[in-house]
């Protein structure tokens, strides 16, 4: 069995939404935990910003967003 966990921390999933460890979707297709993204978003200084995985077809080509809060567990 897989366990889902965030490319960038590589920390384990949790499905409260209200844990800092829930995933969250980019509009590029990547899912990355809620404290990751929120990490980029103030580096970023704002709601856009890169995809983190240099493997990411949208990384180099454009700024994207959340788009959704997804349930994988």
Do not use: A
Not at 34 to 57: R, V
């Amino acid at each position: 069995m897989i366990i889902p966990e965030c490319e960038i921390c590589h920390e384990i999933y949790d499905s409260n939404k209200e844990n800092i460890k829930y995933p969250l979707s980019l509009d590029c297709g990547d899912t990355y935990c809620k404290e990751c993204l929120q990490k980029l978003i103030n580096e970023s200084e704002g709601e856009d910003f890169l995809c983190p995985i240099p493997k990411c077809e949208k990384s180099n080509k454009k700024k994207i967003k959340i788009i959704q809060q997804i349930n994988i567990l």
